[in-house]
Nanobody, 113 residues
Framework: QVQLVESGGGLVQPGGSLRLSCAASENIYTLSWHRQAPGKQRELVAR???????SYADSAKGRFTISRDNFENTVYLQINSLKPEDAAVYYCSAGYSMGDDYWGQGTQVTVSS
């Protein structure tokens, strides 16, 4: 059982930046970030494999950057130029291949002036 603990969410003004962190209990192959806004389905934001290869949802290209520290078993999501529509609960997931076998509890991101 892989444990995932997210942190870094909070209230940010539009145009601001935020870095989310997710600490995994082991160095698992794929780490990903998803988000779920109120009344909407959870959506994939970005994935990163152990070798550093990344993929992004079209909506995340340009302002979102996923990265990982394999020594610390931590994945990060840098979000720049935050928009109100970025407000959501952001979830970290981990998988032994390219899937989502484990999920974190989520961290709330609120974008408001």
């Amino acid at each position: 059982q892989v444990q995932l603990v997210e942190s870094g969410g909070g209230l940010v003004q539009p145009g601001g930046s935020l870095r989310l962190s997710c600490a995994a209990s082991e160095n698992i192959y794929t780490l990903s970030w998803h988000r779920q806004a109120p009344g909407k389905q959870r959506e994939l934001v970005a994935r990163i494999a152990r070798n550093g290869s990344t993929s992004y949802a079209d909506s995340a290209k340009g302002r979102f950057t996923i990265s990982r520290d394999n020594f610390e078993n931590t994945v990060y999501l840098q979000i720049n130029s935050l928009k109100p529509e970025d407000a959501a609960v952001y979830y970290c997931s981990a998988g032994y291949s390219m899937g989502d076998d484990y999920w974190g509890q989520g961290t709330q991101v609120t974008v408001s002036s």
